[in-house]
Each structure stands twice: as C-alpha cells, then as structure tokens.
C-alpha cells in the first residue's frame, strides 16, 4: 500500500481558514477529494493521510465527514485545543471514530513559541502519551529547542516533525537545523516527514540538489524506517505540482535505499506511525 502522508483539502466558505488570504493566490480557492484523486491514480497512490488547515473542532468534523465519504482518505489528524481542561472529555469523545488517528497543533502560527510547554499542554499531551496516539509537529526551525526541551519530559510522545521543521532551503543553510534535528532523532518515537520541501526552497528556481542535504541529513539521523512521504498537497502547488513533489523526493533519497527502504518510506512507515491497520481493509493491509 503507496500512501501521501500528509495533505489538505479546505472550502473557503466555511470561514475558518484565517491564514488562507487572496494574497496566496493560487491556495485562494476550494481544494476538494475530487480535485486530488486523479493525482493520486496518476502515481498508484492508495491512501492518503488529510491533516487539519485550520485551528477549529468545526474543521476537525468536516475532514471526518470526508473521511466518511472518501474510501482513500485513510484517515485525518484533526485540531482539538491542547491548551483546555476540556480536552480529555473532547478527545475520548474524538477517538472513537475511526477515522481521527492523529493531532495537530498549529504552532508555527502561534505568538507564544514555548506554547507547546504551557503546563496544561503537557497534561494533555501525557493523556496523547497514555493512549500511545500520534500528534504532528508543525514548526519552523527556531520552535525544535522547545520541542527537544518537550521530548526530554515527554520521551514517550508518539510524534512526527512535519515538513522536516521546514529549514531553510532557500538560504542554502543547514545550521542550527542539523544539529537541532539530528537531537530529536535520538527520542525513537520521534519520526520525520519529507513534505513541504520544494515551499521552503526558491519557489520559481528550486532543483533537487537544493533538497538533497536535508534529505539526505535526515535519512542519516532518523533511517529509512522513520521518515515518510508527504505531499503537502494543495500547499505545494506555490512551487510545483504533485508530480513535481513526488519526483522530486525520488530523485533526492540516498541512492543506498533499497526497495524494502522505498516501500516503508512511501507506505508502511506511515501506516505504523498512525496506527491505520485497524481501519483499512484487511485485504489491502
């Protein structure tokens, strides 16, 4: 099984996605199940992981609804509010449908940078830690000192680092990121998605040798069996279209991968990570 482990879909209308202006011209629009599906034949892509645009439970109820109505949605990390005495009653509420697997923060956007060590967060993120349930790590790479600082209390947390911490592909620099990632590799529950690469590079002169250090830095702390494939569809279309991604990252992997290496980066490691076999077919598993 070939899954994308990471991409959106959101309907303008619904009012919730504040950070989705007319000034990011081509996101400015509807990006629906219909709109992605031929992309995902085109690369014999099976499933996809749809993971949360906007910092709402409203969300959260509208991906499900997806989920429910889009057999190649494997599943959806939604938004719960981890800063909120309310959130064991909403997450075991939550947790039963089959289809919420995951959590997401959107900490990049937030103005507190240690958010993510506020004492009710970490409350709530042991309950995430008791239940062994996967959380996404969205942040940019002056956020990975508080997030190492996190997994130092927290060595358990079941988490992935969306996007590699976005470094910075587009100034060619790979310091402090490289250590700061090389750090959280050493927590074994910690694993790594290569999305949203070709965003962070020259979006109009990108090549995959631009990507090639951090993919090859991250497969050298985190190994073939901790690192997924994400898309980051429709976000990725600001540098290039879906082939665009999923050939990229091919070009870039170490060339020592073997195809059991190929097969775990592109399905079985995300697969695992989210716990999917309860929910797919056992035909297909």
């Known amino acids: 099984m070939r899954i994308d482990a990471h991409q959106h ?13 007319s000034e990011l011209g081509i996101l400015h629009q509807d ?4 709109h992605l599906l ?3 034949k085109e690369h014999d892509i099976d499933r996809t992981i749809l993971v949360q645009a906007a910092p ?10 997806l989920y429910e109505q889009n057999e190649f949605i494997a599943g959806v990390v939604g938004w719960l509010d981890l800063d909120s005495s309310d959130f064991p009653k909403l997450f075991q509420k939550y947790r039963k449908h089959p289809g919420f697997i995951g959590l997401r923060p959107m900490l990049q956007d ?3 940078d240690r958010w993510i060590l506020r004492e009710q967060v970490k409350t709530n993120l042991r309950i995430l830690v008791e239940h062994d349930f996967p959380i996404d790590i969205l942040v940019f790479p002056h956020h990975l000192p508080h997030i190492h ?10 988490a992935v680092i969306d996007h590699a911490a976005k470094p910075p592909i587009r100034e060619h620099k790979l310091e402090p990121w490289k250590q700061q990632m090389a750090a959280l ?12 690469l070709i965003t962070e590079a020259e979006p109009d002169h990108w090549t995959v040798q631009d990507l090639v250090p951090y993919v090859h830095h991250v497969f050298e702390q985190f190994g073939a ?8 569809w429709p976000v990725c279309l600001l540098a290039g279209n879906y082939t665009e991604v999923h050939e990229a990252l091919i070009a870039a992997l170490p060339k020592t991968l073997s195809l059991e290496d190929h097969t775990a980066i592109f399905g079985t490691n995300a697969a695992a990570f989210y716990q999917l076999f309860k929910s797919i077919p056992e035909e297909e598993q």
């Open 185 to 196: 590799s050493r927590f074994p529950k910690v694993m790594c998605k290569l999305s949203g």
């Open 38 to 40: 031929p992309r995902l």
């Open 9 to 21: 879909f959101w309907k303008l209308d619904r009012g919730d996605y504040h950070w989705l202006s």
């Open 149 to 158: 600082e996190l997994f130092l209390e927290l060595p358990n947390l079941r």
């Open 110 to 112: 937030l103005q507190d």
């Open 56 to 65: 709402t439970v409203e969300e959260t109820e509208y991906m499900l609804e």
């Open 31 to 34: 990006f629906l199940p219909h």
């Open 225 to 232: 069996r901790r690192v997924m494939f994400g898309s980051d």
